[in-house]
């Protein structure tokens, strides 16, 4: 059994001071109440650092963890039952997961009241849902006015080789030595690495402000626990503000070898990029990873390439088993943003001018109906294209690894797409790479298309 600790502790350096009724909503465990969210995400900043990413064995090892809301008179206080014993030296709790665990209550507390249940935000609409994302990280402190550009998000798998982590610590490394800082998911793998190498490199450079900012959500936290490194938190509703949280506040960005989810970032990162509003926008990308990563992203360019066309390709750089070089280009597009900010008077620290169109904004729920209704054809604005073959592939994704996908499959039958035949076979051959290279967890031995032609 693992060891667990109950203790009292006061939040760290946020939302000291809650209202009776924000205490009674927090212990509220009706299906209305935030008492189940609270609880899911403080066991999994409680649980930083243990190597697992399965939100269900985690919930069975610690069924018994409880966290309560006490209403005090000088403020609040969190009392914690039967928590994880990692999260603590010699009886008190280390203090970045205290600061974890107390950005968790503040984004709670702050997205249920001011977000969700107040109509100044539409999150129907496009420009409400951008100003919902600006209130979010401006509520938790992110947005740092008085810093010249240096946020470099990365994206990559959270299950990745040995190799593809120590490459990902090189490159956050050299990013780190060009007064460059990090943005990533916050979980492990691919997002850890740059952070373990930028702080390093931080270190040798005397730079004692680094930044090491980790955006999630309720979904996201539950399954990767935020890697200790990170020293602001924020906590998004949903996937997509998340994803848009990431290009308003970064200043270019690197991919890494993941999987399929990968694959998705990227769909949505240059559908944004390729509408015409953002042609003039500068966005440094760089895909990297180590020589023996090279095949899944020529497997992506080659997809890109015949989905998205050459303008596509514009857009990123491939750059293969050099940290160094990567260290340099980003450098070079982050200071090519900040001259483009400083003579269209934009700010530093969100990118308002960027346009995201609602089809990147909207969730999507894969359905039989919704995957049949998706438009996969050239001729649509290819900016409307890659928000569908996102679509598509969120769709093809879930039905093949995802619960609630795999029973609607079983119920009835593949998902039928309307869809140029040569476009699905490239998908297709795309995805089953991805099972090849294993970067793609599959309930069986092989993969079987869930999906049919219509």
Same mark, same amino acid.
């Given at each position: 059994?693992?060891?667990?600790?109950?203790?009292?502790?006061?939040?760290?350096?946020?939302?000291?001071?809650?209202?009776?009724?924000?205490?009674?909503?927090?212990?509220?465990?009706?299906?209305?109440?935030?008492?189940?969210?609270?609880?899911?995400?403080?066991?999994?900043?409680?649980?930083?650092?243990?190597?697992?990413?399965?939100?269900?064995?985690?919930?069975?090892?610690?069924?018994?963890?409880?966290?309560?809301?006490?209403?005090?008179?000088?403020?609040?206080?969190?009392?914690?039952?039967?928590?994880?014993?990692?999260?603590?030296?010699?009886?008190?709790?280390?203090?970045?997961?205290?600061?974890?665990?107390?950005?968790?209550?503040?984004?709670?507390?702050?997205?249920?009241?001011?977000?969700?249940?107040?109509?100044?935000?539409?999150?129907?609409?496009?420009?409400?849902?951008?100003?919902?994302?600006?209130?979010?990280?401006?509520?938790?402190?992110?947005?740092?006015?008085?810093?010249?550009?240096?946020?470099?998000?990365?994206?990559?798998?959270?299950?990745?080789?040995?190799?593809?982590?120590?490459?990902?610590?090189?490159?956050?490394?050299?990013?780190?030595?060009?007064?460059?800082?990090?943005?990533?998911?916050?979980?492990?793998?691919?997002?850890?690495?740059?952070?373990?190498?930028?702080?390093?490199?931080?270190?040798?450079?005397?730079?004692?402000?680094?930044? =090491? *900012?980790?955006?999630?959500?309720?979904?996201?936290?539950? &399954?990767?626990? $935020?890697? %200790? #490194? /990170?020293?602001?938190?924020?906590?998004?509703?949903?996937?997509?503000?998340?994803?848009?949280?990431?290009?308003?506040?970064?200043?270019?960005?690197?991919?890494?070898?993941?999987?399929?989810?990968?694959?998705?970032?990227?769909? =949505? *990162?240059?559908?944004?990029?390729?509408?015409?509003?953002? &042609?003039?926008? $500068?966005? %440094? #990308? /760089?895909?990297?990873?180590?020589?023996?990563?090279?095949?899944?992203?020529?497997?992506?360019?080659?997809?890109?390439?015949?989905?998205?066309?050459?303008?596509?390709?514009?857009?990123?750089?491939?750059?293969?088993?050099?940290?160094?070089?990567?260290?340099?280009?980003?450098?070079?597009?982050?200071?090519?943003?900040?001259?483009?900010?400083?003579?269209?008077?934009?700010?530093?620290?969100?990118?308002?001018?960027?346009?995201?169109?609602?089809?990147?904004?909207?969730?999507?729920?894969?359905?039989?109906?919704?995957?049949?209704?998706?438009?996969?054809?050239?001729?649509?604005?290819?900016?409307?294209?890659?928000?569908?073959?996102?679509?598509?592939?969120?769709?093809?994704?879930?039905?093949?690894?995802?619960?609630?996908?795999?029973?609607?499959?079983?119920?009835?039958?593949?998902?039928?797409?309307?869809?140029?035949?040569?476009?699905?076979?490239?998908?297709?051959?795309?995805?089953?790479?991805?099972?090849?290279?294993?970067?793609?967890?599959?309930?069986?031995?092989?993969?079987?298309?869930?999906?049919?032609?219509?």
């Amino acid at each position: 059994m693992p060891q667990k600790l109950s203790t009292i502790i006061s939040p760290e350096g946020s939302l000291e001071i809650l209202s009776q009724q924000e205490v009674n909503r927090l212990r509220d465990t009706s299906a209305n109440g935030l008492h189940d969210l609270l609880r899911r995400c403080s066991l999994a900043v409680l649980n930083c650092g243990t190597p697992t990413d399965d939100s269900r064995a985690l919930m069975q090892t610690h069924h018994d963890f409880e966290i309560e809301v006490l209403q005090q008179d000088r403020g609040i206080r969190l009392k914690l039952d039967n928590a994880p014993h990692s999260a603590f030296v010699d009886g008190q709790m280390i203090r970045g997961i205290r600061e974890h665990l107390s950005a968790v209550l503040r984004d709670i507390v702050y997205v249920h009241n001011e977000i969700q249940h107040y109509p100044k935000f539409d999150l129907k609409r496009g420009d409400g849902i951008t100003n919902a994302v600006f209130h979010i990280l401006r509520n938790a402190g992110t947005l740092k006015s008085s810093r010249e550009p240096s946020l470099v998000v990365c994206w990559g798998g959270h299950s990745i080789t040995r190799e593809e982590y120590d490459y990902s610590k090189d490159v956050g490394y050299h990013l780190g030595l060009r007064d460059l800082d990090i943005c990533t998911g916050c979980g492990p793998g691919a997002m850890k690495g740059p952070m373990k190498g930028a702080n390093v490199a931080h270190a040798k450079q005397r730079r004692h402000d680094g930044r =090491y *900012l980790g955006i999630s959500e309720p979904g996201i936290i539950a &399954a990767e626990s $935020p890697n %200790p #490194i /990170v020293n602001e938190l924020v906590i998004m509703p949903d996937i997509e503000k998340r994803l848009e949280a990431f290009v308003r506040v970064g200043h270019g960005i690197v991919i890494f070898p993941g999987g399929v989810g990968t694959a998705e970032e990227i769909l =949505y *990162l240059l559908g944004i990029l390729l509408h015409p509003d953002n &042609a003039d926008i $500068p966005f %440094p #990308i /760089v895909f990297t990873g180590p020589r023996d990563s090279a095949d899944y992203f020529k497997r992506i360019d080659e997809f890109l390439a015949f989905t998205l066309g050459e303008r596509a390709r514009e857009r990123y750089r491939i750059i293969i088993d050099d940290p160094a070089e990567v260290g340099r280009a980003m450098r070079r597009g982050v200071d090519d943003v900040g001259t483009f900010r400083r003579t269209h008077s934009d700010a530093f620290y969100f990118n308002w001018r960027l346009n995201v169109d609602t089809g990147f904004q909207l969730p999507f729920e894969p359905t039989h109906e919704s995957m049949a209704q998706l438009a996969l054809h050239r001729e649509q604005p290819v900016h409307e294209l890659a928000a569908n073959l996102r679509r598509a592939f969120s769709g093809i994704v879930a039905g093949n690894v995802k619960e609630e996908g795999i029973r609607a499959i079983e119920q009835h039958g593949p998902f039928r797409l309307h869809a140029e035949p040569d476009m699905m076979a490239r998908l297709d051959d795309l995805l089953t790479s991805f099972v090849a290279q294993g970067r793609m967890k599959l309930p069986g031995s092989e993969y079987v298309p869930c999906y049919t032609l219509g």
